[in-house]
């Protein structure tokens, strides 16, 4: 009888990999840091992912089933599992990069370089911030017991709304943490995963105290004791500067009772989704969860809990009275009419746009330095990856006759292509781009993107019935917002592709 073949044992760690691996559980050796604690080894390891070995003696360590470990380390790109290349985010396939650098081939994310070649300003610093009246409402907050209702009610008259994209009301969101049982967490989402968009990125490299300031202030209206920053990975500039703004903060003495630590994302646009963020944080794998509960009321470890864009923090001080600075061009967001677009494509100039009362779509290309060389516009896609294709004819009628028609801005993504570019070509972009970051949970969606990305893609003729069906099964069945909104994206291209409509 043939002997059953021997598992070899798994053997002793690299010792540079095991000193790594100690050097993070020294930090903290939680479940919660798993993600961090991979993300750490994957750096010490000059981009190369942890290996098998150092998985199962991580998992020991952490006491998980090493398949708990193997799922986390497999479901974020990031962390480059087992990997003998480094992880590399430079090279992109994705439109934007593709319009303006005619690539046609990469693994997505590339820094969100879109703008091309980073400019960036300095940071105003903690000792300008302050200054400036920064953090005094939280000397209010601490000196006086009405202040917190006081300034949960200027938000509410403010109106403040996500700037994520939904519009929720924050004084509601708030109120609802506030009411559920429970220590509440704070979270600043600056996962910025979305195609093209890199309006979080710009304001917290230009003024990261106005985002910390808010979400102190979250933090202390609502009884909560951490806050997390949790940020896409390949924003290392932000992550310098940020760590910078956090040990200012916390030397002065401002945020006594609240832990505030900065986590990184793992590389994939569902990162960025609420429920997903926060298993992500929890050390599981980045999947959406089924709505109710929302993280309002169970959360981060089933605690209520506040989570905003950071865009949505910065323009809260605005609630308490902060005014627009003309030294720090990002704080004209302050003003409710101002909006930040992240405008990318064959532009002379791509970055983000600060406009007041934007009159039409075609004034971006102004504020973004006329179009590229050679190029006439030839449309736009507006809202990311799951956008809408909008011809140049439409990008100069009044843009409040195209929000009453229906088009939404989304967190105001503008990808300007030109007259010449293949408008079914772009949209086969957007699709692949979907079906690649689908995170796979439901067959709606996990199915839907990638044979929407397979048609678009196809030499055949367009058969428009294919895409409206998928529209309509994803639209309909899936769990989250990526596989809806791609569902919805497809339905609009019977329009935006159809000949009449060039
Ligand atoms: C696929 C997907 C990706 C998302 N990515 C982000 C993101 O990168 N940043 C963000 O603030 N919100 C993102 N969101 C929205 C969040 O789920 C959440 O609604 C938002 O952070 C709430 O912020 P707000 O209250 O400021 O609008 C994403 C949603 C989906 C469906
Ligand atoms: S809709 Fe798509 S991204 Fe969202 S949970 Fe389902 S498979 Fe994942």
């Known amino acids: 009888m043939p002997r059953a073949p021997e598992i070899a044992p798994a053997g002793p760690v690299d010792a540079a990999e095991l000193a790594a691996l100690e050097t993070s559980l020294a930090r903290g050796a939680t479940r919660e840091r798993l993600l961090e604690i991979l993300l750490e080894v994957r750096d010490a390891k000059g981009g190369r992912g942890i290996s098998e070995k150092g998985l199962r003696h991580l998992a ?17 790109p990031a962390v480059n599992y087992g990997a003998s290349e480094p992880y590399a985010t430079e090279a992109c396939g994705d439109l934007a990069c593709a319009l303006r650098h005619g690539t046609t081939s990469g693994r997505g994310v590339c820094r969100n370089h879109c703008d091309g070649p980073r400019q960036a300003p300095e940071p105003r610093s903690f000792a300008a911030y302050r200054a400036a009246g920064g953090y005094g409402v939280l000397d209010a907050l601490r000196d006086d017991p009405d202040a917190p209702a006081r300034i949960l009610e200027l938000i509410a008259t403010h109106h403040a709304v996500g700037r994520a994209g939904v519009g929720f009301p924050v004084a509601e969101k708030w109120r609802q943490v506030m009411a559920a049982a429970g220590t509440p967490v704070i979270i600043v989402n600056v996962d910025e995963g979305e195609l093209a968009i890199f309006k979080d990125r710009f304001i917290l490299e230009s003024d990261p105290h106005g985002v910390l300031e808010a979400a102190l202030v979250a933090g202390r209206v609502t009884g909560a004791d951490a ?5 896409r990975d390949d924003y290392a500039p932000i992550h310098a500067i940020l760590r910078q703004a956090m040990s200012d903060v916390v030397a002065a003495g401002l945020t006594e009772g609240i832990a505030i630590e900065l986590r990184r994302s793992g590389g994939a646009f569902i990162c960025g989704e609420e ?20 993280p309002t009321e169970r959360g981060y470890l089933g605690r209520p809990t506040v989570l905003h864009n950071a865009e949505t923090y910065f323009r809260l001080r605005a609630a308490w009275g902060a005014a627009p600075d003309p030294a720090v061009p990002v704080s004209g967001l302050l003003d409710p009419q101002a909006a930040v677009f992240s405008v990318s494509g064959r532009v002379r100039a791509p970055g983000p746009k600060l406009a007041h009362g934007l009159a039409r779509l075609e004034d971006l290309v102004e504020l973004a330095g006329g179009m590229a060389a050679g190029a006439r516009l030839g449309g736009m896609v507006v809202a990311g990856s799951s956008g809408t294709l909008v011809a140049a004819a439409d990008c100069r009628r009044p843009l409040a006759d195209l929000l009453a028609e229906g088009l939404r801005l989304g967190t105001r993504g503008i990808i300007v292509f030109g007259a010449d570019d293949d408008k079914r070509a772009i949209a086969a972009r957007m699709a692949a781009y979907l079906a690649r970051e689908s995170c796979g949970q439901c067959g709606p969606c996990r199915v839907g993107t990638a044979k929407a990305a397979h048609v678009l893609a196809a030499p055949e003729p367009l058969d428009m019935s294919i895409l409206g069906d998928l529209s309509t099964v994803m639209g309909e069945a899936s769990l989250c917002a990526l596989g809806r909104n791609a569902g919805r994206f497809l339905g609009g291209l019977s329009s935006s592709l159809a000949p009449s409509n060039p």
């Not at 429920?275 to 929302?294: D, K, V, Y």
């Open 227 to 231: 806050i997390f920053l949790y940020v």
């Open 275 to 294: 429920t997903a963020l926060i298993a992500s944080l929890e050390g599981r794998p980045a999947r959406p969860s089924e709505r109710p509960p929302f």
């Open 60 to 76: 020991d360590r952490l006491r998980l089933f090493p398949a708990e470990a193997y799922e986390v380390a497999t479901a974020f």
